[in-house]
């Protein structure tokens, strides 16, 4: 039961990440485009707006695929030198960290995201492009990234308790 | 409490935190997020989800994915091998030749990719076998490999510069800039290393027999090799000389170069280009999420008022001003030795910088100092991030301690050539001053 859990978030966030990666295309032609535009057409348009979007987008949604394959970079010299076993037991104390930080941003996120729905809210600048579906997609991110914590904090009590942790 | 003890407070529960390999990102938040809970109010927490909007909606940051796409599509286009393919034909000939080229062809990657890790993958995959065939030392071969890597970062474009300029209020265009020379010469040093070295003892990197050497013609022919590369080098590096684009569009241009170059290589398949991006939105978020965790570290340390806290302490302290240079270039260096170089631009940088304006040095000067201090660490254990990108690769027959051993004469070289930058000034701040405004 617990390894479908871990499997299904893991599937998940592998899903996310390997789609939203596909936003470098459109987010590397709007920004070629943009230059082509300003600097020989002498006629600028504001890709720029989009093209933070696009780039906020692959953050957020990144962060629980880059933690999939532990690639969120810590100081791990010390660490390492240890048994695997204490580096999981390591990793369990710290999941609560993880949650002291993840909760309050969830849950800042969460209001955040609610209020700029509820007012259709919209870039500052001068197109006025809406900023409330990237901030679902923020919202959305900052979910996966909790689960992907909570994925690893399962298979590190699995592996202590015997059993193989999820998938890879 | 008083300052003295929130500061040290804070700083001992950084460090507690960051040495349990706890991931960085989430290390500076959470120290951000339980300072402001328990010297602020819970209520100041409103900041944190604009910690996100702000820092990933940043214009100024559009560079970062840029760049990091633009080395991840170059690492898969076969450019490298087709440059190295030029070099071995220009310099096998010679004693030590072929890790001159090596150091050479990572200088060209350098300059068309902003991270260190293309040129040493590239060279580790194809350099390090054909110089282990020809009988090179296995230091020189290493060394050259891991060195010629860890100049990425300097020459620009460079993702350490952005983060540089970006959390010490400098121009990225002119941070780049002042790159150019102090990079040239620290890849000339060790170009001249190797030759010298070679020159003296055969045996560590003998010349090919004259049999095998390419004639002329073929020589001229493999000039073609060298092309595209210069090609996106200009695009990307002129075109920001010349003011004709910001850095974040020049790096756009760079990454649809990279992948046109992928497309003339016959590089450019679904496989690759899956690689090139799942590992470039790994990258990108892993550099973000530290930027974002230390957006919240420094509004703490704001808030609190730490940051003028340590300034005042510093500027008050009546000490020489090259011996606050010197402390903070050791701190650099040793932090170097345990840390990737990005959090430690991030949590250094707001700290430092005010200081330097203080004591009038040349700001962009210290960026360009600095960002060589970090480059010290890529060949420092045990936190040496070249070797582990070679690493990475899977050459069985290396250990670490092989590598720290080949790293050390270039990371003597690369000391000079900081040593000759911070003594004259005008090998970083020349170059950017001639800039078109």
């Not at chain 2, 952005?162 to 790159?179: Q, R």
């Not at chain 2, 092989?402 to 090998?427: E, K, N, S, W």
Request: net charge neutral; proline share 5%.
């Amino acid at each position: 039961m617990l390894k479908k859990i871990v499997s299904g978030i893991n599937a998940l966030n592998r899903w996310t990440g390997e789609t939203a990666m596909w936003l470098f295309i459109p987010f590397t032609l709007l920004v070629a485009i943009d230059v082509f535009q300003r600097r020989v057409l002498h006629h600028p348009w504001y890709y720029i707006d989009i093209t933070v979007q696009l780039m906020s987008a692959l953050v957020v949604l990144g962060a629980g695929y880059c933690m999939l394959y532990d690639g969120h970079i810590g100081m791990d010299i010390i660490v390492s030198r240890f048994s695997e076993k204490t580096q999981r037991i390591i990793k369990i104390i710290l999941f609560f960290f993880f949650l002291a930080c993840l909760g309050p941003l969830l849950w800042g996120v969460t209001i955040d995201t609610w209020n700029a729905v509820l007012t259709k809210e919209a870039q500052t600048t001068s197109m006025g492009l809406p900023i409330y579906p990237l901030k679902i997609l923020i919202f959305l991110g900052v979910l996966l990234f909790l689960l992907q914590g909570i994925a690893k904090f399962i298979e590190d009590i699995l592996f202590l308790m015997g059993k193989s942790g999820g998938e890879e | 409490m008083s300052l003295a003890m929130i500061t040290l407070t804070i700083s001992v529960m950084l460090l507690g935190i960051l040495i349990t390999g706890f991931p960085v990102a989430l290390s500076l938040m959470f120290v951000g997020i339980a300072g402001i809970v328990m010297w602020a109010s819970p209520a100041a927490l409103v900041i944190l989800p604009s910690t996100i909007i702000i820092t990933t909606t940043k214009d100024f940051f559009i560079a970062l994915p840029m760049f990091i796409f633009m080395a991840g599509v170059l690492q898969v286009s076969g450019l490298g091998t087709a440059l190295y393919d030029t070099f071995w034909k220009w310099f096998a000939g010679v004693r030590g030749g072929l890790a001159a080229a090596t150091v050479a062809v990572s200088t060209l990657l350098a300059a068309t990719t902003g991270s260190g890790s293309t040129a040493t993958v590239t060279m580790g995959m194809i350099a390090y076998p054909e110089m282990k065939k020809r009988g090179y030392s296995k230091y020189l071969n290493l060394g050259s490999i891991c060195s010629g890597g860890s100049l990425g970062p300097l020459i620009p474009p460079s993702i350490t510069m952005i983060l540089v300029a970006a959390f010490a209020d400098l121009s990225i265009g002119k941070l780049f800039i002042a790159g150019v020379l102090p990079g040239l010469l620290t890849a000339g040093l060790f170009i001249a290393y190797i030759l010298i070295r070679c020159y003296l003892r055969p045996e560590m990197g003998p010349a090919i027999p004259p049999e095998e050497r390419v004639s002329w013609s073929d020589k001229f022919v493999s000039l073609r090799g060298a092309i595209l590369p210069i090609l996106l080098i200009v695009i990307v590096l002129g075109f920001i000389y010349a003011g004709i684009t910001t850095p974040s569009e020049a790096g756009g241009m760079g990454a649809f170069g990279a992948l046109c170059c992928a497309a003339i290589y016959r590089n450019l398949t679904v496989a690759n280009l899956k690689t090139a991006m799942a590992s470039s939105i790994r990258i990108t978020a892993m550099i973000f999420w530290i930027i974002i965790g230390g957006t919240a570290f420094s509004s703490l340390l704001a808030i609190t008022g730490v940051s003028n806290f340590i300034a005042e302490l510093i500027v008050g302290s009546e000490l020489n001003r090259w011996v606050i240079f010197t402390i903070m270039m050791i701190i650099i260096f040793v932090l170097g030795m345990f840390m990737d170089s990005t959090p430690i631009v991030i949590i250094t940088m707001p700290i430092f910088m005010p200081i330097i304006r203080a004591l009038e040095f040349d700001p962009l000067w210290f960026g360009l100092v600095v960002t060589m201090n970090l480059l010290l660490g890529f060949l420092t254990p045990p936190f040496g991030l070249s070797m582990f990108y070679f690493k990475g690769i899977g050459h069985k027959d290396v250990s670490m301690m092989d590598l720290y051993r080949a790293c050390l004469p270039f990371v003597t070289i690369m000391v000079i050539a900081l040593f000759l930058c911070i003594v004259f000034p005008g090998l970083a701040t020349w170059l950017p001053n001639q800039m078109i405004q």
